[in-house]
């Protein structure tokens, strides 16, 4: 499934349950509300148009953990794993293999699903479909790697209330799609160029990966940062444009996001890679844009020098 999937990431770059009843009360899964949500500070309400609030969208890279919310999930699933055949199974291939059941499909619903990306609680996820449910057991490896990476895109709703999640106070997430994948499988899925090693090209990918995912407070919801985790997974010519530039003998000075003149009625920003020769001090940039309007990003130019003006 995870082969398919980054796959499927590379290829978009070239252009771009059952209802066993459960003898514990269910969780109600939070409803994201798309109506204006009050600033707990000021009390005020994002602007709208024409009555109806512009959806916060969400484009993250982290990673998904499940969580108990309550005592008596966390009892139920002892039970279940008691009676499962778990020998010589860790604690998280024994958890894999329980959600895993479709008989134990109840507990999925039940679990209250965490993103956290740079080590921090982000978002609580909830599917926008129930029958999405399996997208969240799908991302869940049987083995954990510390370059495991989940991305997700959906809508953020409203803070969590303290009994969703055991007390946990995030913002919640109604997702529409979740890759899972390596960050190694990712990058052996992007095309390499003949006349660069594969050493040298998998440093410079793993470098602006890297950068793009570990800028400050990058959660994936400004339309900013959306666009640069977007670039991320699904636009491998800046992996190839900055393995160049490295070659070259150029370091990335900065990435900049900024709104596209060419936007008019559609949301379209300029995303421009900057490298620096280390030894002449010249600067070459290159850009791309990016429409931002709805959920999903796509691609609008492709990557070329860029000059100021």
């Not at 003898?23 to 109600?28: D, E, G, I, S």
């Not at 699903?113 to 740079?118: A, L």
Request: aromatic share 8%; glycine share 6%.
């Amino acid at each position: 499934m995870e082969q398919a999937q980054v796959k499927g990431l590379a290829a978009a770059g070239s252009t771009v349950g059952s209802n066993a009843p459960s003898p514990t009360a269910p969780l109600a899964q939070p409803t994201v509300s798309l109506t204006p949500q009050a600033c707990p500070h000021c009390g005020a309400t994002p602007a709208t148009n024409g009555g109806v609030a512009a959806p916060n969208y969400v484009y993250g890279i982290g990673r998904i953990e499940p969580r108990f919310p309550r005592p008596s999930v966390e009892k139920e699933f002892a039970q279940v794993t008691g009676r499962a055949e778990t020998v010589g199974l860790t604690d998280r291939q024994a958890l894999h293999k329980i959600l895993s059941q479709r008989e134990n499909r109840y507990l999925v619903r039940q679990l209250c699903w965490v993103m956290t990306i740079e080590g921090m609680e982000t978002y609580i996820l909830v599917p926008r479909d129930p029958a999405d449910f399996h997208l969240l057991v799908e991302g869940l490896r049987s083995t954990r790697s510390p370059v495991d990476i989940d991305v997700v895109i959906g809508i953020r709703g409203p803070v969590a209330t303290p009994e969703i999640c055991n007390g946990l106070m995030v913002p919640i997430v109604a997702f529409d799609q979740i890759y899972s994948f390596e960050r190694e499988s990712l990058i052996k899925a992007i095309p390499r160029p003949e006349k660069t090693p594969a050493k040298e090209f998998t440093a410079a990918a793993e470098e602006i990966f890297d950068r793009i995912t570990q800028m400050t407070d990058n959660a994936g919801a400004t339309d900013e940062h959306r666009a640069l985790n977007y670039l991320a997974v699904r636009y491998q010519a800046i992996y190839t444009n900055a393995a160049d530039a490295f070659a070259r003998n150029a370091s990335l000075s900065a990435v900049d996001v900024r709104p596209s003149t060419l936007s008019g009625t559609r949301k379209v920003l300029d995303v421009i890679f900057s490298y620096t020769n280390r030894n002449t001090d010249v600067t070459e940039k290159f850009f791309c844009r990016v429409d931002m309007t709805e959920e999903f990003p796509f691609l609008v130019t492709k990557l070329s020098p860029y000059y100021d003006r």
